[in-house]
């Protein structure tokens, strides 16, 4: 069974920085992509960001673009997030999520929700 096991949540004041991981397992094929969505309190979930699992190319949406870089490590079968300037309005619950690019890149580009397997969730809050 495929897992996603997400990390790295917290309090941080506007302008710092957190990095989250998920660490993937159960995968028997290589052609998906594992990315981070997030929901903020009384919001819909939003895409954040995806990586492809085969040529490490990262999508981005547009309110992170600058800010957030997403990286894998293969080896280790662990994705990051790297968040540097923080904003209050950056604060939700984030989930780690794999599925086709194709549909993570569009739900992303969308301010949409997609995946087929969703990890739980990890509470990033920013203070202003």
């Known amino acids: 069974d495929v897992q996603l096991q997400a990390s790295g949540g917290g309090l941080v004041q506007a302008g710092g920085s957190l990095r989250l991981s998920c660490a993937a397992s159960?995968?028997?094929?290589?052609?998906?992509?594992i990315g981070w969505f997030r929901q903020a309190p009384g919001k819909e979930r939003e895409g954040v960001a995806c990586?492809?699992?085969?040529?490490?190319?990262?999508h981005y949406a547009d309110s992170v673009t600058g800010r957030f870089t997403i990286s894998s490590d293969n080896a280790k079968n662990t994705v990051y997030l790297q968040m540097n300037s923080l904003k209050p309005e950056d604060t939700a619950v984030y989930y780690c999520?794999?599925?086709?690019?194709?549909?993570?890149?569009?739900?992303?580009?969308?301010?949409?929700?997609?995946?087929?397997?969703w990890g739980q969730g990890t509470l990033v809050t920013v203070s202003s």
């Open positions: 159960g995968f028997t094929y290589d052609d998906y992509a």
């Open positions: 990586i492809k699992r085969k040529d490490g190319s990262a």
């Open positions: 999520i794999a599925g086709s690019a194709i549909d993570l890149e569009a739900a992303i580009t969308a301010g949409q929700a997609a995946g087929d397997y």
